[in-house]
């Protein structure tokens, strides 16, 4: 059985009607945790009527993501779900996607994998682009793409939290999202400790989901950047720097982020409204991590 755990914040009705309309038949629970502060969000509109299968649960404050997800990860262990299904509230799956990825994990099974999560193939309604998997190697990063010839699960060592299934008994194993990360890295945190503890992640390219990242884009030497809010950006390398100090994210990891870090700081104040505030608002997000000073904060 699967629970859909939706983190809302400020969501836009539409986006919430469309990925509702993509769940229908696809799991057999929602669970709606609204971190609006104030639970502002018109939610009882939103969810009244749709059926019995969808609980909405506002919080009266924004408790962060990994709370969150945490709230709804409880709740589904409680009543005897055998996994979860994370979603933003800016996705949609497309036709299948949970069957697709059940019968995926089915066949990993029995080759005796030890399984904590799948993801699908994650489409950026931006860009177009469709990246499946990653490897982290010693300081760099290699991206497999979707493509025809890779159509079976693709092990990696990160995946994006949203569409990810993630199986209850690894979760129990493997204990639940760290809250005080807030948000930013809390995904990735979570699937290289599982990793580090014998279990292993699969994309499946079969399996589609449809997402928008960032806020904007820009290029950099003909890439796509993400851009986001100096908010966002002091979640990011804040926690970056502090999970580079935990074992568990492994020294593949680790020398990737300790090289990346350095070059994060200078695109997120590059591409700032203000760089030297933004700059300095993010040396604190640094200094911050390497202290281990975390949870939510609050920035002019």
Not at 12 to 17: T, V
Not at 55 to 84: C, D, F, W
């Amino acid at each position: 059985m699967i629970a859909a755990i939706i983190v809302l914040y400020h969501p836009e009705p539409q986006a919430i009607i469309r990925l509702l309309a993509s769940l229908e038949g696809q799991v057999d629970s929602v669970l709606a945790i609204d971190n609006t502060p104030g639970s502002a969000l018109p939610g009882s509109e939103l969810f009244s009527g749709i059926g019995s299968h969808v609980t909405y649960l506002p919080l009266g404050s924004n408790k962060g993501i990994a709370e969150a997800q945490n709230i709804g990860i409880r709740m589904s262990m409680k009543n005897g779900y055998s996994h979860v299904l994370l979603l933003d509230q800016d996705s949609a799956l497309a036709p299948e996607m949970t069957k697709i990825l059940l019968d995926a994990e089915r066949e990993l099974l029995g080759t005796g994998k030890r399984i904590a999560a799948l993801c699908p193939q994650i489409v950026d309604e931006r860009t177009g682009k469709r990246p499946i998997a990653v490897y982290y190697n010693f300081g760099f990063v290699r991206k497999i793409w979707a493509n025809e010839s890779n159509n079976h699960p693709v092990s990696t060592h990160n995946f994006i939290a949203s569409g990810s299934l993630l199986r209850i008994d690894a979760l129990q194993n493997l204990g639940l999202m760290r809250e005080d990360l807030f948000i930013e890295y809390v995904d990735t945190e979570w699937a290289l400790r599982a990793f580090s503890a014998g279990y292993e992640c699969y994309c499946v390219p079969k399996a589609v989901l449809l997402h928008y990242f960032g806020d904007a884009t820009a290029k950099l030497f003909g890439k796509d950047i993400y851009l986001y809010s100096n908010l966002r950006y002091y979640y990011k390398l804040r926690n970056e720097v502090f999970i580079a100090r935990l074992k568990t994210m492994g020294w593949r990891w680790r020398a990737y982020a300790l090289l990346h870090i350095p070059y994060h700081f200078i695109v997120y104040s590059a591409f700032s409204k203000t760089p030297l505030t933004s700059s300095r608002l993010f040396m604190k997000a640094m200094w911050n991590g390497m202290l281990g000073r975390l949870g939510p904060v609050s920035i002019p």
